[in-house]
Protein backbone atom coordinates (compact mmCIF):
# COMPACT_ATOMS: atom_id res chain seq x y z
CA UNK A 1 0.00 0.00 0.00
CA UNK A 2 2.75 1.98 0.64
CA UNK A 3 4.38 2.18 -2.72
CA UNK A 4 0.94 2.77 -4.33
CA UNK A 5 0.39 5.83 -2.05
CA UNK A 6 3.75 7.00 -3.51
CA UNK A 7 2.80 6.49 -7.15
CA UNK A 8 -0.38 8.13 -6.70
CA UNK A 9 1.00 11.27 -4.66
CA UNK A 10 3.73 11.39 -7.97
CA UNK A 11 0.95 11.60 -10.10
CA UNK A 12 -1.04 14.13 -8.92
CA UNK A 13 2.29 16.45 -8.04
CA UNK A 14 2.26 15.95 -12.00
CA UNK A 15 -0.91 16.52 -12.91
CA UNK A 16 -0.66 20.29 -10.57
CA UNK A 17 2.44 21.03 -12.44
CA UNK A 18 1.02 20.55 -15.94
CA UNK A 19 -2.17 23.32 -14.89
CA UNK A 20 0.69 25.94 -14.55
CA UNK A 21 3.30 27.13 -17.00
CA UNK A 22 5.24 24.63 -18.01
CA UNK A 23 9.55 25.36 -17.61
CA UNK A 24 11.47 24.78 -20.48
CA UNK A 25 13.35 21.70 -21.05
CA UNK A 26 16.83 21.28 -22.57
CA UNK A 27 15.73 18.99 -25.87
CA UNK A 28 18.74 16.98 -24.62
CA UNK A 29 16.93 15.67 -21.48
CA UNK A 30 14.37 12.67 -21.13
CA UNK A 31 10.86 13.17 -20.96
CA UNK A 32 9.42 10.28 -19.95
CA UNK A 33 7.61 9.71 -16.26
CA UNK A 34 10.02 8.04 -14.06
CA UNK A 35 9.75 4.00 -13.89
CA UNK A 36 7.50 3.07 -10.83
CA UNK A 37 8.40 -0.88 -10.14
CA UNK A 38 6.37 -3.32 -7.86
CA UNK A 39 8.24 -5.93 -6.00
CA UNK A 40 9.00 -8.75 -8.24
CA UNK A 41 8.13 -7.13 -12.02
CA UNK A 42 10.53 -6.49 -14.37
CA UNK A 43 10.79 -3.03 -16.17
CA UNK A 44 12.53 -2.28 -18.96
CA UNK A 45 15.12 1.21 -19.22
CA UNK A 46 13.94 3.36 -21.97
CA UNK A 47 16.63 3.00 -24.50
CA UNK A 48 18.16 6.62 -26.24
CA UNK A 49 18.11 6.57 -29.89
CA UNK A 50 21.72 5.72 -31.32
CA UNK A 51 23.78 9.13 -31.87
CA UNK A 52 23.34 10.84 -35.34
CA UNK A 53 27.15 10.08 -37.13
CA UNK A 54 27.67 13.08 -39.35
CA UNK A 55 29.88 12.05 -42.66
CA UNK A 56 32.80 14.26 -43.72
CA UNK A 57 33.62 14.85 -47.10
CA UNK A 58 34.77 11.20 -49.06
CA UNK A 59 38.13 11.41 -50.04
CA UNK A 60 40.03 9.43 -52.72
CA UNK A 61 43.37 8.11 -52.74
CA UNK A 62 43.82 8.61 -56.59
CA UNK A 63 42.27 11.15 -59.00
CA UNK A 64 43.27 9.94 -62.41
CA UNK A 65 43.30 12.45 -65.48
CA UNK A 66 43.76 11.45 -69.36
CA UNK A 67 45.73 14.16 -71.09
CA UNK A 68 46.06 14.40 -75.37
CA UNK A 69 49.76 15.12 -74.82
CA UNK A 70 52.95 15.29 -72.95
CA UNK A 71 53.72 18.53 -71.62
CA UNK A 72 57.26 19.59 -72.79
CA UNK A 73 57.79 21.38 -69.36
CA UNK A 74 55.90 22.13 -65.98
CA UNK A 75 57.78 25.65 -66.11
CA UNK A 76 54.74 27.75 -66.46
CA UNK A 77 57.09 30.59 -67.76
CA UNK A 78 58.62 28.93 -70.43
CA UNK A 79 55.63 27.21 -72.19
CA UNK A 80 52.01 28.48 -73.75
CA UNK A 81 50.48 24.98 -74.26
CA UNK A 82 46.99 24.15 -72.53
CA UNK A 83 48.13 20.98 -71.16
CA UNK A 84 51.25 22.42 -69.21
CA UNK A 85 48.81 24.94 -66.69
CA UNK A 86 46.03 21.68 -66.55
CA UNK A 87 48.80 19.54 -65.39
CA UNK A 88 50.59 22.21 -63.12
CA UNK A 89 47.26 23.74 -61.80
CA UNK A 90 47.85 22.60 -58.51
CA UNK A 91 51.21 23.19 -58.41
CA UNK A 92 51.62 26.73 -58.41
CA UNK A 93 49.35 29.50 -57.37
CA UNK A 94 49.38 32.87 -57.37
CA UNK A 95 49.36 36.08 -55.79
CA UNK A 96 45.32 37.22 -56.48
CA UNK A 97 42.24 34.79 -57.19
CA UNK A 98 39.69 36.51 -59.03
CA UNK A 99 36.20 35.54 -57.63
CA UNK A 100 33.53 36.82 -59.91
CA UNK A 101 35.39 39.99 -61.50
CA UNK A 102 36.70 41.27 -57.38
CA UNK A 103 40.53 40.11 -57.22
CA UNK A 104 40.63 38.34 -53.50
CA UNK A 105 44.40 37.95 -51.99
CA UNK A 106 45.64 34.52 -52.02
CA UNK A 107 49.47 34.20 -51.56
CA UNK A 108 49.08 37.61 -50.82
CA UNK A 109 46.92 38.28 -47.34
CA UNK A 110 46.32 42.24 -48.80
CA UNK A 111 47.64 44.76 -51.52
CA UNK A 112 47.49 48.74 -52.16
CA UNK A 113 46.89 50.03 -55.71
CA UNK A 114 49.16 53.10 -54.26
CA UNK A 115 48.52 54.95 -57.97
CA UNK A 116 48.28 53.85 -61.97
CA UNK A 117 51.49 52.35 -61.73
CA UNK A 118 52.49 51.19 -58.01
CA UNK A 119 51.13 48.41 -56.76
CA UNK A 120 51.99 46.99 -53.10
CA UNK A 121 51.43 43.21 -51.79
CA UNK A 122 51.61 42.40 -48.51
CA UNK A 123 51.88 38.41 -48.36
CA UNK A 124 51.04 35.34 -45.93
CA UNK A 125 53.41 34.94 -43.73
CA UNK A 126 52.49 30.82 -43.47
CA UNK A 127 53.13 29.95 -46.77
CA UNK A 128 56.04 27.22 -47.70
CA UNK A 129 57.23 25.74 -50.87
CA UNK A 130 57.23 22.15 -51.63
CA UNK A 131 60.91 21.44 -50.27
CA UNK A 132 60.15 23.42 -46.95
CA UNK A 133 61.49 26.88 -47.11
CA UNK A 134 59.46 29.57 -46.80
CA UNK A 135 57.83 32.32 -49.39
CA UNK A 136 59.03 35.29 -49.08
CA UNK A 137 59.02 38.74 -51.16
CA UNK A 138 62.29 37.75 -53.11
CA UNK A 139 60.65 34.96 -54.34
CA UNK A 140 57.61 36.80 -55.37
CA UNK A 141 60.03 39.31 -56.99
CA UNK A 142 61.80 37.12 -58.73
CA UNK A 143 58.34 34.93 -60.25
CA UNK A 144 57.00 38.20 -61.71
CA UNK A 145 60.51 39.71 -62.61
CA UNK A 146 60.80 36.17 -64.95
CA UNK A 147 57.17 37.01 -66.02
CA UNK A 148 58.00 39.95 -67.07
CA UNK A 149 61.28 39.09 -69.31
CA UNK A 150 59.70 35.57 -71.09
CA UNK A 151 58.54 35.74 -74.42
CA UNK A 152 55.32 33.56 -73.02
CA UNK A 153 53.78 36.03 -70.87
CA UNK A 154 55.44 39.56 -71.56
CA UNK A 155 52.01 40.30 -72.94
CA UNK A 156 50.48 40.29 -69.24
CA UNK A 157 53.44 41.51 -67.52
CA UNK A 158 55.57 43.74 -69.98
CA UNK A 159 54.57 47.01 -68.06
CA UNK A 160 56.22 45.60 -64.89
CA UNK A 161 59.39 47.27 -64.34
CA UNK A 162 62.32 45.87 -63.18
CA UNK A 163 64.48 48.29 -62.23
CA UNK A 164 62.26 50.36 -59.95
CA UNK A 165 60.14 46.94 -58.41
CA UNK A 166 61.76 46.14 -55.53
CA UNK A 167 61.26 43.88 -52.17
CA UNK A 168 60.36 46.32 -48.97
CA UNK A 169 60.74 43.48 -46.50
CA UNK A 170 60.37 39.97 -45.98
CA UNK A 171 56.54 39.78 -46.92
CA UNK A 172 56.48 43.04 -48.39
CA UNK A 173 56.79 43.53 -52.22
CA UNK A 174 56.10 46.73 -54.08
CA UNK A 175 55.84 46.73 -58.19
CA UNK A 176 56.07 49.83 -60.22
CA UNK A 177 54.81 49.43 -64.12
CA UNK A 178 56.74 51.53 -66.75
CA UNK A 179 53.07 52.98 -68.39
CA UNK A 180 49.47 52.14 -66.66
CA UNK A 181 48.92 48.77 -67.91
CA UNK A 182 44.50 48.46 -67.17
CA UNK A 183 44.96 43.92 -67.16
CA UNK A 184 47.29 44.22 -64.74
CA UNK A 185 45.21 43.14 -61.53
CA UNK A 186 43.67 39.92 -63.86
CA UNK A 187 47.43 39.28 -64.53
CA UNK A 188 48.13 39.03 -61.08
CA UNK A 189 45.47 36.56 -60.54
CA UNK A 190 45.85 34.40 -63.40
CA UNK A 191 47.76 31.18 -63.71
CA UNK A 192 50.34 32.69 -65.47
CA UNK A 193 51.22 34.64 -62.33
CA UNK A 194 52.44 31.78 -60.79
CA UNK A 195 54.86 32.16 -57.56
CA UNK A 196 57.84 29.74 -57.57
CA UNK A 197 60.72 28.78 -54.51
CA UNK A 198 63.76 31.34 -56.57
CA UNK A 199 66.82 28.71 -54.86
CA UNK A 200 65.06 25.56 -56.45
CA UNK A 201 65.14 27.50 -60.06
CA UNK A 202 68.43 28.96 -59.45
CA UNK A 203 69.77 25.72 -58.29
CA UNK A 204 68.52 23.69 -61.34
CA UNK A 205 68.02 26.17 -64.16
CA UNK A 206 65.28 25.84 -66.55
CA UNK A 207 65.44 22.32 -67.28
CA UNK A 208 65.33 20.95 -64.32
CA UNK A 209 63.38 23.05 -62.74
CA UNK A 210 60.75 22.15 -65.53
CA UNK A 211 60.70 18.68 -64.65
CA UNK A 212 60.51 19.14 -60.84
CA UNK A 213 58.79 22.38 -60.68
CA UNK A 214 58.94 23.76 -56.53
CA UNK A 215 55.88 26.23 -56.08
CA UNK A 216 53.64 26.18 -52.91
CA UNK A 217 50.41 24.92 -54.29
CA UNK A 218 48.31 21.82 -52.52
CA UNK A 219 49.95 19.06 -54.76
CA UNK A 220 53.41 18.45 -55.13
CA UNK A 221 55.68 16.76 -58.14
CA UNK A 222 56.21 13.03 -56.79
CA UNK A 223 57.40 11.02 -60.39
CA UNK A 224 57.38 11.61 -64.35
CA UNK A 225 57.26 8.43 -66.05
CA UNK A 226 58.23 9.64 -69.36
CA UNK A 227 56.00 9.30 -72.25
CA UNK A 228 53.19 7.12 -70.39
CA UNK A 229 51.97 9.85 -66.35
CA UNK A 230 52.84 12.49 -63.77
CA UNK A 231 52.68 11.80 -60.78
CA UNK A 232 51.56 14.27 -58.08
CA UNK A 233 51.14 13.48 -54.25
CA UNK A 234 49.79 16.06 -51.28
CA UNK A 235 51.91 18.43 -50.08
CA UNK A 236 51.51 17.97 -45.89
CA UNK A 237 52.25 21.95 -45.09
CA UNK A 238 50.44 23.42 -47.69
CA UNK A 239 48.49 26.64 -46.19
CA UNK A 240 45.24 26.13 -46.64
CA UNK A 241 42.63 23.48 -47.22
CA UNK A 242 43.83 20.24 -48.48
CA UNK A 243 41.94 18.99 -51.85
CA UNK A 244 39.76 15.49 -51.92
CA UNK A 245 42.29 13.53 -53.17
CA UNK A 246 45.96 12.69 -52.27
CA UNK A 247 47.24 11.53 -55.05
CA UNK A 248 46.66 13.37 -58.76
CA UNK A 249 47.93 11.00 -61.99
CA UNK A 250 48.11 12.73 -65.08
CA UNK A 251 48.22 10.25 -67.91
CA UNK A 252 49.45 10.68 -71.31
CA UNK A 253 46.89 9.11 -73.88
CA UNK A 254 47.52 10.66 -77.01
CA UNK A 255 45.02 9.00 -79.52
CA UNK A 256 41.29 10.65 -78.73
CA UNK A 257 39.14 7.94 -79.32
CA UNK A 258 41.61 5.79 -76.60
CA UNK A 259 41.46 9.04 -74.23
CA UNK A 260 37.47 8.14 -74.85
CA UNK A 261 37.34 4.62 -73.98
CA UNK A 262 39.62 5.07 -70.47
CA UNK A 263 36.65 7.55 -69.39
CA UNK A 264 34.03 5.24 -70.30
CA UNK A 265 35.87 2.42 -68.39
CA UNK A 266 36.57 3.92 -66.03
CA UNK A 267 40.07 4.04 -65.91
CA UNK A 268 40.37 7.92 -65.52
CA UNK A 269 37.99 10.16 -64.06
CA UNK A 270 38.48 13.20 -65.77
CA UNK A 271 39.18 13.47 -69.84
CA UNK A 272 40.63 16.24 -72.11
CA UNK A 273 39.98 16.69 -75.50
CA UNK A 274 37.89 14.48 -76.08
CA UNK A 275 36.84 13.63 -80.13
CA UNK A 276 33.78 15.75 -81.50
CA UNK A 277 32.25 12.66 -82.89
CA UNK A 278 32.02 11.35 -79.15
CA UNK A 279 30.61 14.21 -76.99
CA UNK A 280 26.91 12.93 -78.15
CA UNK A 281 27.80 9.33 -76.76
CA UNK A 282 29.45 10.66 -73.18
CA UNK A 283 26.13 12.94 -72.98
CA UNK A 284 24.29 9.98 -73.23
CA UNK A 285 25.81 8.05 -70.60
CA UNK A 286 24.47 8.64 -66.95
CA UNK A 287 27.76 8.04 -65.26
CA UNK A 288 29.42 10.49 -67.54
CA UNK A 289 29.45 14.24 -67.21
CA UNK A 290 30.02 15.72 -70.69
CA UNK A 291 31.34 19.93 -69.89
CA UNK A 292 30.88 21.73 -72.71
CA UNK A 293 31.04 25.36 -74.10
CA UNK A 294 32.45 28.30 -75.91
CA UNK A 295 35.74 29.17 -75.61
CA UNK A 296 38.22 31.98 -75.67
CA UNK A 297 40.07 30.75 -78.80
CA UNK A 298 39.50 32.95 -82.26
CA UNK A 299 40.73 30.21 -85.32
CA UNK A 300 41.92 32.29 -88.50
CA UNK A 301 42.90 31.96 -91.84
CA UNK A 302 46.84 34.04 -91.38
CA UNK A 303 48.94 35.94 -94.18
CA UNK A 304 52.09 36.47 -93.66
CA UNK A 305 51.69 40.07 -94.83
CA UNK A 306 55.51 40.42 -95.19
CA UNK A 307 55.08 37.78 -98.69
CA UNK A 308 54.48 40.16 -101.50
CA UNK A 309 51.61 37.88 -102.12
CA UNK A 310 49.53 38.28 -99.04
CA UNK A 311 50.70 41.92 -98.45
CA UNK A 312 48.70 42.76 -101.52
CA UNK A 313 45.32 43.70 -99.84
CA UNK A 314 43.47 43.06 -103.21
CA UNK A 315 44.58 39.43 -103.14
CA UNK A 316 43.65 38.84 -99.48
CA UNK A 317 40.65 40.48 -99.86
CA UNK A 318 40.05 38.00 -102.76
CA UNK A 319 40.80 35.08 -101.43
CA UNK A 320 38.26 35.67 -98.42
CA UNK A 321 35.48 36.28 -100.89
CA UNK A 322 36.01 32.94 -102.04
CA UNK A 323 35.78 31.42 -98.71
CA UNK A 324 32.10 30.36 -97.27
CA UNK A 325 33.33 31.00 -93.20
CA UNK A 326 30.36 29.46 -91.99
CA UNK A 327 30.39 26.42 -93.47
CA UNK A 328 34.13 26.23 -92.98
CA UNK A 329 33.49 26.70 -89.15
CA UNK A 330 30.24 24.00 -89.56
CA UNK A 331 32.22 21.45 -91.48
CA UNK A 332 35.63 21.63 -89.87
CA UNK A 333 34.25 21.20 -86.22
CA UNK A 334 31.54 18.94 -87.19
CA UNK A 335 28.65 21.16 -85.73
CA UNK A 336 30.79 22.38 -82.24
CA UNK A 337 32.15 25.65 -83.45
CA UNK A 338 30.09 29.26 -84.56
CA UNK A 339 31.26 31.10 -87.56
CA UNK A 340 33.32 34.01 -86.07
CA UNK A 341 31.76 37.38 -86.98
CA UNK A 342 34.92 39.44 -85.00
CA UNK A 343 38.24 39.21 -84.23
CA UNK A 344 37.61 38.37 -80.00
CA UNK A 345 35.31 35.94 -78.57
CA UNK A 346 31.88 37.58 -77.65
CA UNK A 347 32.51 37.18 -73.70
CA UNK A 348 35.33 39.41 -74.06
CA UNK A 349 34.70 42.96 -73.37
CA UNK A 350 34.80 44.80 -76.32
CA UNK A 351 33.57 42.35 -78.40
CA UNK A 352 32.47 43.81 -81.90
CA UNK A 353 30.48 42.21 -84.33
CA UNK A 354 31.73 42.90 -87.88
CA UNK A 355 31.48 39.73 -89.62
CA UNK A 356 31.71 36.76 -90.85
CA UNK A 357 33.26 38.00 -93.77
CA UNK A 358 31.03 37.83 -96.71
CA UNK A 359 30.68 34.82 -99.12
CA UNK A 360 30.69 35.87 -102.77
CA UNK A 361 32.70 34.13 -105.44
CA UNK A 362 32.05 36.54 -108.39
CA UNK A 363 33.73 39.71 -106.00
CA UNK A 364 36.47 37.17 -105.69
CA UNK A 365 37.01 37.22 -109.08
CA UNK A 366 36.92 40.81 -109.66
CA UNK A 367 39.38 41.37 -107.33
CA UNK A 368 41.78 38.58 -108.83
CA UNK A 369 41.12 40.23 -112.34
CA UNK A 370 42.27 43.60 -110.78
CA UNK A 371 45.22 42.27 -108.78
CA UNK A 372 46.56 40.74 -112.22
CA UNK A 373 45.44 37.36 -111.59
CA UNK A 374 42.58 36.73 -114.41
CA UNK A 375 44.26 33.61 -115.13
CA UNK A 376 44.46 31.89 -112.04
CA UNK A 377 46.56 32.16 -109.07
CA UNK A 378 48.96 29.70 -106.98
CA UNK A 379 48.66 29.68 -103.31
CA UNK A 380 50.85 27.30 -100.37
CA UNK A 381 49.24 26.52 -97.26
CA UNK A 382 51.69 25.35 -94.88
CA UNK A 383 50.53 23.20 -91.39
CA UNK A 384 51.34 20.59 -89.00
CA UNK A 385 49.27 17.51 -87.64
CA UNK A 386 46.20 19.33 -86.18
CA UNK A 387 42.73 17.81 -86.55
CA UNK A 388 40.49 20.89 -87.40
CA UNK A 389 43.17 23.11 -88.82
CA UNK A 390 43.43 20.24 -91.69
CA UNK A 391 39.82 19.76 -91.79
CA UNK A 392 39.86 23.60 -92.29
CA UNK A 393 42.27 24.28 -94.84
CA UNK A 394 40.86 21.22 -97.11
CA UNK A 395 38.02 22.73 -96.98
CA UNK A 396 39.29 25.87 -98.00
CA UNK A 397 41.25 24.64 -100.70
CA UNK A 398 37.97 23.63 -102.15
CA UNK A 399 36.37 26.54 -102.05
CA UNK A 400 39.17 28.24 -103.81
CA UNK A 401 39.40 26.20 -106.60
CA UNK A 402 35.72 27.28 -107.69
CA UNK A 403 37.04 30.94 -108.58
CA UNK A 404 40.64 29.80 -109.92
CA UNK A 405 42.93 30.08 -107.10
CA UNK A 406 45.43 26.85 -107.19
CA UNK A 407 46.03 26.13 -103.19
CA UNK A 408 48.73 23.06 -102.30
CA UNK A 409 49.20 21.73 -98.92
CA UNK A 410 52.48 20.83 -97.23
CA UNK A 411 51.95 19.24 -93.98
CA UNK A 412 55.73 19.43 -91.38
CA UNK A 413 55.80 18.21 -88.21
CA UNK A 414 55.77 20.47 -85.20
CA UNK A 415 58.77 21.78 -84.14
CA UNK A 416 59.55 22.67 -88.21
CA UNK A 417 56.22 24.22 -88.34
CA UNK A 418 56.67 26.31 -85.14
CA UNK A 419 60.83 27.10 -86.49
CA UNK A 420 59.21 28.79 -89.93
CA UNK A 421 56.71 30.45 -87.99
CA UNK A 422 59.30 32.23 -86.07
CA UNK A 423 61.15 32.93 -89.37
CA UNK A 424 58.48 34.34 -90.66
CA UNK A 425 58.18 31.71 -93.86
CA UNK A 426 54.96 30.58 -93.40
CA UNK A 427 53.17 32.23 -96.62
CA UNK A 428 49.14 31.36 -95.55
CA UNK A 429 47.85 28.57 -92.66
CA UNK A 430 45.14 28.45 -90.57
CA UNK A 431 45.94 28.57 -86.77
CA UNK A 432 44.11 30.14 -83.50
CA UNK A 433 44.42 32.91 -80.68
CA UNK A 434 43.27 32.14 -77.08
CA UNK A 435 42.71 34.66 -74.79
CA UNK A 436 44.48 33.89 -71.02
CA UNK A 437 42.38 36.54 -69.61
CA UNK A 438 39.04 38.41 -70.18
CA UNK A 439 40.54 41.00 -71.10
CA UNK A 440 40.42 42.74 -74.90
CA UNK A 441 44.12 43.10 -74.81
CA UNK A 442 44.71 39.83 -74.00
CA UNK A 443 42.10 38.59 -76.93
CA UNK A 444 43.99 40.36 -79.62
CA UNK A 445 47.50 39.05 -78.28
CA UNK A 446 48.31 38.30 -82.17
CA UNK A 447 48.45 42.33 -83.20
CA UNK A 448 51.21 43.78 -81.41
CA UNK A 449 54.37 44.80 -83.27
CA UNK A 450 56.96 42.88 -80.92
CA UNK A 451 54.28 39.70 -81.35
CA UNK A 452 53.23 39.47 -85.01
CA UNK A 453 55.32 36.55 -85.60
CA UNK A 454 52.65 35.19 -88.09
CA UNK A 455 50.86 38.31 -89.12
CA UNK A 456 54.24 40.63 -89.51
CA UNK A 457 51.43 43.31 -90.67
CA UNK A 458 53.77 46.27 -89.27
CA UNK A 459 51.05 48.87 -88.96
CA UNK A 460 51.61 51.44 -86.57
CA UNK A 461 48.24 52.52 -86.55
CA UNK A 462 47.65 49.09 -84.64
CA UNK A 463 49.67 49.09 -82.27
CA UNK A 464 48.73 53.00 -81.52
CA UNK A 465 45.32 52.15 -80.35
CA UNK A 466 46.76 48.57 -78.55
CA UNK A 467 48.78 51.26 -76.52
CA UNK A 468 45.95 53.66 -75.97
CA UNK A 469 43.31 50.55 -74.82
CA UNK A 470 45.57 49.14 -72.08
CA UNK A 471 46.89 52.70 -70.84
CA UNK A 472 43.11 53.39 -70.30
CA UNK A 473 41.64 52.20 -66.74
CA UNK A 474 38.08 52.95 -67.84
CA UNK A 475 36.52 50.47 -69.28
CA UNK A 476 33.88 52.01 -70.98
CA UNK A 477 36.43 54.31 -72.80
CA UNK A 478 38.64 51.28 -73.45
CA UNK A 479 35.74 49.38 -75.17
CA UNK A 480 35.58 52.91 -77.34
CA UNK A 481 39.14 52.68 -78.20
CA UNK A 482 38.94 48.77 -79.06
CA UNK A 483 35.87 48.84 -81.04
CA UNK A 484 37.60 51.21 -83.77
CA UNK A 485 40.55 48.69 -83.85
CA UNK A 486 37.97 46.24 -84.74
CA UNK A 487 36.60 48.28 -87.48
CA UNK A 488 40.12 49.08 -89.03
CA UNK A 489 41.04 45.10 -88.51
CA UNK A 490 37.59 44.45 -90.97
CA UNK A 491 38.94 47.24 -93.13
CA UNK A 492 42.39 46.02 -93.57
CA UNK A 493 41.66 42.18 -93.29
CA UNK A 494 45.36 41.15 -92.20
CA UNK A 495 43.86 38.04 -91.30
CA UNK A 496 40.20 36.74 -91.76
CA UNK A 497 38.63 34.85 -88.90
CA UNK A 498 37.18 31.56 -89.23
CA UNK A 499 35.43 30.31 -86.18
CA UNK A 500 34.81 30.29 -82.45
CA UNK A 501 35.35 26.36 -81.38
CA UNK A 502 33.64 25.49 -78.61
CA UNK A 503 35.58 22.74 -76.10
CA UNK A 504 34.80 19.55 -74.11
CA UNK A 505 35.80 17.63 -71.45
CA UNK A 506 34.45 15.08 -69.96
CA UNK A 507 34.00 13.52 -66.27
CA UNK A 508 32.96 10.53 -63.86
CA UNK A 509 29.44 11.54 -62.56
CA UNK A 510 30.47 11.14 -59.32
CA UNK A 511 32.85 14.12 -59.46
CA UNK A 512 31.91 17.32 -58.49
CA UNK A 513 32.09 21.26 -57.88
CA UNK A 514 33.91 20.89 -61.46
CA UNK A 515 31.96 23.58 -63.73
CA UNK A 516 33.10 23.86 -67.26
CA UNK A 517 35.82 26.77 -67.57
CA UNK A 518 36.20 28.67 -70.67
CA UNK A 519 39.63 28.90 -70.43
CA UNK A 520 40.03 24.58 -70.50
CA UNK A 521 42.31 25.31 -67.02
CA UNK A 522 40.03 23.93 -64.17
CA UNK A 523 41.06 24.14 -60.77
CA UNK A 524 41.36 20.11 -59.27
CA UNK A 525 41.88 21.64 -56.27
CA UNK A 526 38.09 22.44 -55.22
CA UNK A 527 36.73 19.29 -56.65
CA UNK A 528 34.90 16.95 -54.88
CA UNK A 529 33.52 13.23 -54.52
CA UNK A 530 29.81 12.36 -54.40
CA UNK A 531 28.32 9.71 -52.71
CA UNK A 532 26.07 7.05 -54.23
Known amino acids: MKKLFLLLSVLFMLGVAACGAAPETPATEPTSL???????ETVEEPTEAAPVVEEGPIRREVLTVAIGQEPPTLDVYNASNDVVFQVSDTIYESLLTNVDGTYEPWLAESYEIVDDTTIVFKLRDDVYFHDGSKMTADDVLFSILRAQASNFTSTLFGAIDPENSKVVDETTVEFKLTYPFAPIMEAFANYRGAILSKAAFEAGGT????????????MKMKQWVAGDRIELELFDQYWNEKPAFDNLVYRVILE???RTIELETGGVDISFD????DWDRIEENPELVLLKGNTLSMVYLCFNNENPLYGNETVRKAIAYAINVP???????????EAADAFMAKSIPGYKSGGPWPYDPEKSKELLKEAGYEDGLEVKFITFQQQYYNAAIEIIQSMLAEVGITATIDMVDVATFTSMNNAGELPMTVMANSATIQDPSSALIAWPLNRTISLRHNDQHI????????????????????????????EKLYLLPLAFPMRAYGASAEIGNFPYVSTGIPDFAVIEFLGE
Not at 34 to 40: T, W
Not at 475 to 487: H, P, T
Open 207 to 218: ETFGRNPVATGP
Open 463 to 490: QDLLDAGVQTYDMEKRVVIYEELQDYLW
Open 34 to 40: PVVQEEG
Open 256 to 258: PSS
Open 274 to 277: LPTA
Open 327 to 337: AVAQTAYQGNA
